[in-house]
């Protein structure tokens, strides 16, 4: 089954504790994205990565870290969380097309980290 | 800044009844447009999306959507909703070329028996 995977489904940590949220897709899309839900703000994209060691920042890329080092996987860092990361996290992942971009493809997206940060 | 308004934080109904969501964006390029549902617990799946031809688009259950250039808008319809279309929808834009896609602040759709 085509899909986009996220572990864990639901975590709460303390200020200041490393994390790392994972997200790996089996449908070979070289486009992956993370972003954050907010109640009243929709989703703000953090990151994203055209290809491997491709990666790029979004619109709200402060406090957090990503890497691609495989095609299908892009795992987003917390390196020191704070209580205004709290959010619900979605990654995504979408082809890309032969010129490169991906602006007109249906983006798949797993289904969530809620996290909280005490 | 591209931005993506949706008007209504919700929309109650009652089944059977028809809806509109209102999605209008700001832009002054080409533009590719998308909406996304997302079930209580759930990630978002696509809708339906414009890129291009035909201004009325159809997409899966049930719903359909209109670009208007000129509005700089997009709604979203259905003539009749069951309870199962009580979701939260969300309204994205992207732009040619790009990688980016920017989404609205979200609709929940309510509907009542």
């Known amino acids: 089954e085509a899909q986009v995977t996220q572990n864990p489904r639901y975590l709460i940590t303390v200020t200041g504790k490393k994390l790392t949220v994972t997200c790996s897709q089996n449908?070979?899309?070289?486009?992956m994205s993370w972003y954050r839900q907010d109640p009243g703000l929709g989703l703000r994209q953090i990151y994203y990565?055209?290809?491997?060691?491709?990666?790029d920042k979004g619109d709200v890329p402060e406090g957090y870290k990503v890497s691609r080092k495989e095609k299908r996987n892009f795992p987003l860092i917390l390196e020191s969380p704070s209580p205004n990361q709290t959010s619900l996290y979605f990654c995504?992942?979408?082809?890309?097309?032969?010129?490169?971009?991906?602006?007109?493809?249906?983006?798949?997206f797993g289904p969530g980290t809620r996290l909280t940060v005490l | 800044a591209q931005s993506v308004t949706q008007l209504d934080s919700q929309v109650p109904v009652f089944e059977e009844a028809p809806v509109e969501l209102r999605c209008n964006y700001s832009?002054?390029?080409?533009?590719?447009l998308f909406w996304y549902v997302q079930y209580p617990n759930q990630g978002l799946q696509l809708l339906l999306k414009?890129?291009?031809?035909?201004?009325l688009v159809k997409g899966i259950n049930g719903f359909e959507a209109e670009f208007n250039k000129s509005q700089t808008s997009f709604h979203l319809r259905k003539p009749s909703v069951h309870i199962s279309d009580t979701a939260e929808y969300f309204c994205?834009?992207?732009?040619?070329?790009?990688?980016?896609?920017?989404f609205g602040a979200g609709t929940r759709l309510f509907v009542k028996a």
């Open positions: 995504a992942s979408s082809p890309l097309t032969s010129g490169g971009a991906s602006s007109y493809n249906e983006q798949f």
């Open positions: 449908m070979n899309h070289e486009y």
């Open positions: 990565s055209m290809n491997v060691e491709v990666t």
């Open positions: 832009s002054s390029v080409s533009v590719y």
């Open positions: 414009y890129l291009s031809g035909s201004t």
């Open positions: 994205a834009v992207s732009y040619t070329g790009g990688f980016k896609t920017i």
